[in-house]
């Protein structure tokens, strides 16, 4: 089937180019649906080298737990308690408010 596309491209192509009122727009939009659709467009051939360092992911990921904990369970609470400087009010009502539930304290020990 898709050798039959392009069998009907060359041939539509083939006719336009033959008849004597083909128009630079017609030429231009075949080439251009050939191009593309065909062969790719050029900066998809264009070859490019790249550094790659296979341990920064475990440094990054290592920083991240550090920082956010895992599943990034830190910096939801973090969020859950704001970010206006009343913080730490809001984490203290927290803690009253789980006393008896968590033993009085977050399921994640924050600050660690």
């Not at 336009?16 to 659709?37: C, H, K, W, Y």
């Amino acid at each position: 089937m898709l050798q039959m596309r392009y069998l009907f491209l060359l041939a539509c192509s083939l006719l336009v180019l033959g008849s004597r009122t083909a128009d630079g727009f017609i030429l231009r939009l075949i080439s251009e649906t050939l191009q593309n659709n065909v062969a790719g467009e050029p900066i998809t051939h264009v070859r490019t080298d790249w550094d790659f360092d296979p341990e920064a992911a475990k440094k990054a990921r290592t920083l991240y737990y550090e920082k956010n904990g895992y599943r990034s369970a830190k910096f939801i609470e973090r969020l859950g308690v704001g970010l206006d400087g009343r913080h730490e009010e809001r984490r203290q009502e927290q803690r009253e408010r789980d006393v008896g539930r968590l033993n009085g304290e977050h399921f994640i020990n924050y600050p660690a």
